[in-house]
């Protein structure tokens, strides 16, 4: 049977996590978002919320958050984020299931978590800054949206969900440019008329916890 609740939950994060899901229900029924936008959502933030927790049953809100995703993208024409969702994070998550089970700490549902060497990380960045330009140019003759942010944050995923699938703590620092360009692409996107108020509540709170969950796996690694 696959455990999908923490046993290391603190208060404050089930209050968060209660409100964020208060927050998609009144952008369901008051701002009659599109569902599709807001179950995305939904498995998108548990997904989230879970693989911080180190929880590899994470994956399976992950795989089917997306999905969803992957649909609104090609909706609205951002097809970085189409190409990145099906073609990579899918089959990367479904890695990732398998390979946090066999990283489990002694007697938990719980990874065990690793970092990198600081050369190791440097090199990393380098190599997905040069990528994000090549994508950004590519995107911008495919008459992309918004061909810089779609491509910083599509080629800057790459790297964030390797790391994701190696346990280490430096994903979270990718995560944290990723999900605040992310949710400045869908607010510009909002503006324009579209009904994604769920997938803008979404990104803010991915934002919210690269930020948390950076230095609560600092924390533990220090220790």
């Known amino acids: 049977m696959i455990n999908i609740i923490p046993n290391n939950f ?8 209660i409100l964020v899901y208060t927050v998609l229900i009144i952008n369901a029924l008051v701002f009659k978002d599109n569902i599709v936008a807001v179950l995305s959502a939904f498995f998108g933030i548990t997904y989230t919320i879970l693989a911080g927790k180190g929880i590899p049953a994470c994956y399976l809100f992950g795989v089917s958050g997306s999905g969803l995703y992957s649909w609104l993208s090609f909706a609205h024409a951002f097809w970085g984020n189409l190409a990145l969702y099906m073609c990579y994070y899918i089959p990367m998550q479904i890695l990732g299931f398998f390979k946090w089970n066999k990283n489990l700490k002694e007697g938990k549902n719980e990874i065990i978590k690793t ?30 949206k918004n061909p810089i942010i779609d491509g910083i944050t599509t080629i800057f995923s790459l790297a964030g969900m390797y ?26 996107a909002a503006v ?19 930020i948390y969950f950076y230095f609560d796996w600092k924390k533990e690694l220090q220790n």
Not at 10 to 17: A, D, F, P, T
Not at 115 to 142: G, H, P, Q, W
């Open 10 to 17: 603190r208060k404050h994060e089930i209050i968060g996590l």
């Open 115 to 144: 970092c990198l060497k600081r050369s190791e990380f440097i090199k990393l960045l380098i190599i997905t800054t040069l990528l994000s330009i090549i994508a950004i140019v590519v995107l911008y003759y495919m008459q992309d």
């Open 163 to 188: 790391l994701t699938v190696k346990r280490c703590s430096e994903q979270w620092t990718i995560w944290m440019l990723v999900n605040g360009l992310s949710a400045l692409m869908w607010i510009q």
């Open 192 to 210: 324009q008329g579209a009904k994604v108020y769920s997938t803008v509540t979404m990104w803010i709170v991915y934002f919210i916890l690269s």
